[in-house]
Nanobody
Framework: QVQLVESGGGLVQAGDSLRLSCAAS????????MGWFRQAAGEEREFVAA????????HYADSVKGRFTISRNSAKNSVYLQMISLKPEDAAVYYC?????????????????????WGQGTQVTVSS
């Protein structure tokens, strides 16, 4: 079992940067692919970014490529989402999630894999 707790959300202006953190507890964190998802008010939850268990592979939604960077520190059982050049359309509740994905799967599968564990979310608000 893995428990996930997000932090780092807040209110920023368009063009600002923000770094989200996700702290994991429980066993075998390093064996999980970690993902970030977001859900804006009235919208469905969408994939943002994910990183393989080794940290060697990442995958991003087209809408955030070049602006968001996902990373992980297995020694600290943490995963991060660095966000720059934020836009009002990035405003949402951001969720951290964990999935077991076979190493043979392509990184594009990170977006559609069945994530087993979810955090409670952290709110990101971007004013124009």
């Amino acid at each position: 079992q893995v428990q996930l707790v997000e932090s780092g959300g807040g209110l920023v202006q368009a063009g600002d940067s923000l770094r989200l953190s996700c702290a994991a507890s429980g066993r075998a964190f390093s064996s999980y692919t970690m993902g970030w998802f977001r859900q804006a008010a009235g919208e469905e939850r969408e994939f943002v970014a994910a990183i393989s268990w080794s940290g060697g592979r990442t995958h991003y939604a087209d809408s955030v490529k070049g602006r968001f960077t996902i990373s992980r520190n297995s020694a600290k059982n943490s995963v991060y989402l660095q966000m720059i050049s934020l836009k009002p359309e990035d405003a949402a509740v951001y969720y951290c999630a964990a999935a077991r994905i076979a190493a043979s799967r392509s990184s594009s599968s990170f977006a559609v894999a069945p994530y087993e564990h979810w955090g409670q979310g952290t709110q990101v608000t971007v004013s124009s």
